[in-house]
């Protein structure tokens, strides 16, 4: 199926051309020991919680239970097998290379089916392979991709399957639904596409009969996945709803949700689509293009309708539109028809050109972000070893873009995820994982096991340009501090000023650079002294809070034992700093306490016995 004709091309051309293709994406994958990336870090700490789900030390148990995911395995499925011998960095970037490669040369596959003399337009397969998707971690989708444009290539590159071709459309078929259940969908319409208008009218019942057994495994998949996540709709509210945007933005996806990167990058592989769809029209219209052309020809219009039409979001998933994108520009492609050697020539030039030029920029932007993100990914390599709860506050998910929209690659947080690679490396479980449903997801959190976990909807206020006070900022650094409290170390990326004060509230630094902290909460645990408390009298009413929250960060009842003797009340995990305390028996409260009874006073180093003198309102 590789096959290229010397008529068609000239082998050393083609040889040379994707030779060097590949091995520059081997040099934007091995670059750097990591790719930051938006949802990477999940699918990584989730395949190592599995492998590793029986080490005792671990106890890896204690929080998850194995589920047995019947889509999202593609990258699992490598990753494990590759990190039973390597160490997971290297793991990791072997299992990355096998799917950008699957991807490039699943599309070359499918331009050499339709018209081997096109070749140079497979390049392009090359040039996107590292896209907006890949950098937003959905690495199975990119995989799913890259199978089903093999798997177009398998059904069309013979004008009557034999039955060895239709065995292995349906294995190809399959092996994307494991991988990402809706790109095999998106195949799957493409395939009947081709079934359509290549089977003459009196055999097509039969060959789409075939087609519905081929693809019986991959329907059942769908449907499993489809029931488990109309179930886990009904079951309450979700995180995401669904969202619309303009049909502008709806536009600029096109280029900016697909290939993504500067525009000349972005737009340079749609403007090869739009040859395509101009030059297959004039031919349709005369009746000249082929039958799976055509199939290719619908396809692509129908995949942009629905990037035009859906939601941007649905609930339970986010960016849906621009799932459609990757059909919808390069089922275009390989319809620009270069029938004479001259127009080969320039198309080549223009396709390596542009290949190499997007893989170039890759590199560069790879080490770029690396540099940037310098200090939280040098936390990775600390030679600490952790079990049990780890929380990570990341304030600075963008990894210095001044807003999520900037480019050049919009939407993506980097280090959103990061912390799950410190879990990868170190140990631990982290609260922000992929638990939700087992026909999805390779683990499912065992219920409450964890301590409360904060949402991760604070990082938009310490971006530069903020509308939000410095006062509710440290509000905010202050509520996440407490929350860290209950967790065996937190991991900090932010601002220096955010880091002293996770110091100054009795963290204490394992490890720190610039942005980035490794810190155990150790604190200033308070003695409260309490005067004038009634032993007849109902029980005493204890509690603290950080200052300035009004949560309650822990509370208990004494009984008094005996008159005119001083109640003592251990007060665990006190911040150091101001906090406040309230002490109410009866309508007695802490003299000069606030009207909610709340007394402020500050926990330190040799002033760790606060004294609270019962009064009545009266008094």
Not at 297 to 306: K, P, R, Y
Not at 312 to 319: K, N
Not at 357 to 381: C, F, T, V
Not at 554 to 571: H, K, M, R
């Amino acid at each position: 199926m590789i096959h290229v004709d010397a008529a068609a091309s000239d082998k050393v051309l083609f040889a040379l051309a994707t030779g060097l293709a590949s091995v520059l994406l081997l040099v934007a994958i091995w670059v750097v020991p990591v790719i930051p990336t938006n949802d990477g870090p999940q699918h990584v700490y989730a395949a190592h919680v599995s492998g590793h789900y029986d080490d005792p030390a671990a106890g890896y148990w204690n929080y998850y239970e194995l589920a047995v995911p019947v889509t999202n395995t593609g990258f699992s499925s490598m990753f494990s097998v590759l990190e039973g011998f390597l160490p997971w960095r290297h793991a990791l970037r072997a299992t990355l290379t096998v799917i950008v490669l699957m991807w490039s040369w699943g599309f070359m596959s499918l331009v050499l089916a339709i018209d081997r003399r096109r070749w140079a337009l497979g390049l392009l397969g090359f040039a996107t392979a590292l896209n907006w998707p890949f950098y937003m971690g959905f690495w199975n989708f990119v995989l799913a991709m890259g199978l089903g444009f093999a798997t177009l290539a398998l059904a069309i590159h013979r004008s009557v399957p034999e039955a060895i071709d239709r065995f292995f459309v349906a294995v190809l078929l399959l092996l994307a639904a494991l991988s990402h259940v809706v790109a095999a969908v998106f195949t799957g319409a493409v395939l009947a596409l081709v079934v359509l208008f290549r089977a003459p009218p009196e055999r097509r019942a039969r060959e789409l009969g075939l087609l519905v057994v081929m693809g019986a495994p991959t329907a059942a998949i769908v449907g499993l996945v489809a029931r488990s996540s109309t179930a886990l709709s009904a079951n309450g509210p979700t995180p995401i709803e669904t969202l619309w945007v303009s049909f502008s933005e709806r536009l600029a996806q096109f280029g900016a949700c697909f290939a993504g990167g500067p525009a000349w990058r972005a737009w340079g592989v749609v403007a090869f689509a739009a040859l395509g769809v101009c030059d297959a029209a004039v031919r349709v219209r005369r009746r000249e293009a082929a039958p799976h052309e055509v199939a290719l020809f619908v396809g692509a219009a129908l995949m942009t309708a629905a990037a035009l039409t859906t939601p941007f979001h649905l609930r339970l998933w986010q960016f849906f539109s621009p799932r459609f994108l990757p059909f919808a520009v390069l089922g275009a492609v390989p319809l620009f028809a270069v029938d004479r050697r001259g127009p080969r020539i320039a198309v080549l030039a223009l396709a390596a050109s542009y290949a190499g030029s997007s893989i170039g920029w890759s590199i560069h932007y790879h080490r770029a972000l690396a540099a940037q993100a310098a200090d939280a990914l040098a936390g990775i390599d600390q030679p600490l070893r952790r079990a049990g709860p780890r929380l990570p506050i990341v304030l600075d998910p963008l990894a210095g873009r001044a807003a999520l929209r900037d480019g050049p690659l919009q939407y993506t947080e980097p280090l959103r995820n990061i912390g799950n690679l410190y879990a990868t490396e170190q140990g631990g479980v982290v609260p922000y994982t992929f638990t939700a449903t087992r026909q999805i997801h390779e683990l499912v959190s065992r219920p409450n096991n964890m301590p409360p976990v904060p949402m991760r909807t604070f990082w938009g206020a310490f971006l530069p340009g903020s509308s939000v006070s410095d006062k509710e900022r440290h509000a905010m650094v202050t509520h996440l501090a407490s929350a860290g409290a209950a967790y065996g170390d937190v991991i900090v990326i932010a601002h220096p000023w955010v880091l002293d004060a996770f110091v100054a509230q009795g963290y204490e630094t394992d490890w720190r650079q610039g942005e980035a902290l490794i810190a155990r909460f150790r604190g200033c645990p308070l003695e409260l002294v309490v005067r004038g408390a009634l032993p007849a009298d109902q029980a005493l009413a204890v509690a603290y809070g950080w200052v300035p929250l009004f949560e309650t960060s822990w509370a208990t009842e004494v009984q008094p034992s005996s008159l005119n003797q001083d109640v003592v009340v251990d007060l665990p995990n006190a911040p150091c700093g101001d906090v406040w305390v309230r002490a109410v028996q009866a309508a007695r409260q802490c003299r000069g306490a606030d009207h909610e009874g709340r007394l402020v006073v500050r926990a330190a180093s040799g002033a760790r016995r606060p004294e609270c003198t019962l009064t009545s309102p009266l008094d």
